[in-house]
């Protein structure tokens, strides 16, 4: 029975410290539209330990994980979770990346959800080489809201 208890007081040990990590690495799971005080849908996200935004959101109405970066120009994802979504891929390009350059292909999303923060018919980049299943969140679908930085959280509004 020791022996038992032992095993169950780690189990639980063990879930408590993998639901800190994954809270670290994205404090953002329990995204929610709220309104700011002129009744505009808005959606805060905190900071993660890296220093980055990251939160689940939705493509074309399938869920995903998006890292907020202002400086890619439209949305970016890897070609595994392009196919996965059943994305059309348009015509090949050659884009200048932090990393240098990269050949890419044009997409098209039909729906990009953030928290109830829905953007229609949004730009993407579909990248051969990107590691993991993460989503670029790029210009192309910022550009549509309002966006306030302050004290390690970022405030995405709808437009007036």
């Known amino acids: 029975m020791l022996f038992a208890a032992w095993i169950v ?10 639901r800190f990590t994954d809270q670290g690495e994205n404090p953002n799971w329990d995204l929610e539209l709220s309104r700011d005080g002129g009744g505009r ?3 805060v996200l905190a900071r993660n330990r890296a220093g980055h935004y990251v939160a689940p959101g939705r493509i074309n109405g399938e869920p995903v994980i998006f890292m907020i970066d202002t400086g890619a120009t439209d949305v970016a994802l890897p070609l595994d979770l392009a196919k996965n979504l059943d994305l059309r891929l348009g015509a090949g390009r050659l884009s200048r ?20 923060l829905v953007a229609q018919r949004v730009r993407a980049s579909v990248l051969p080489n990107m590691p993991g299943d993460q989503v670029l969140l790029g210009m192309s679908y910022l550009k549509r809201f309002e966006m306030i930085q302050r004290d390690g959280t970022l405030i995405l509004r709808a437009p007036e």
Do not use: I, R, S
């Open 41 to 43: 849908a808005q959606v």
């Open 9 to 18: 007081g780690l189990a639980l040990l063990f879930l408590v410290f993998q």
């Open 97 to 116: 990346t932090a990393n240098g350059d990269v050949q890419t292909w044009a997409a098209l999303l039909e729906e990009v959800d953030l928290g109830g």
